[in-house]
Nanobody
């Protein structure tokens, strides 16, 4: 079992920044890839970024490339998503998730989500 808890969401103006955190716990945290996804109202959930505990990053989604950066602190078992140059279309619930076998799909464990709202 792996547990994930997101934090750091909130309301920000367009052009601003936020940093999301995902605290990961469980017996075999190091065996999992951790990804960030988002879901806007009325839209399907969308992959944003993913990282392994060794530090390898999957290619970012085109919609966030160049603006978002995923990182991890192994000592704290925490994965971060630094979001810069935010746009109103980045408004969504952001989820972190853990997968033992895939970068983009087949995630086994999910956090509860954190709301990000970007005002124009």
């Amino acid at each position: 079992q792996v547990q994930l808890v997101e934090s750091g969401g909130g309301l920000v103006q367009a052009g601003g920044s936020l940093r999301l955190s995902c605290a990961v716990s469980g017996r075999t945290v190091g065996n999992y890839i951790v990804g960030w996804f988002r879901q806007a109202p009325g839209k399907e959930r969308e992959f944003a970024a993913a990282i392994s505990w060794s530090g390898y990053r999957a290619p970012y989604a085109d919609s966030v490339k160049g603006r978002f950066t995923i990182s991890r602190d192994s000592a704290k078992n925490t994965v971060y998503l630094q979001m810069n140059s935010l746009k109103p279309e980045d408004t969504a619930v952001y989820y972190c998730a853990a997968s033992s076998r895939s970068w983009y799909t087949e995630y086994d464990y999910w956090g509860q989500g954190t709301q990000v709202t970007v005002s124009s």
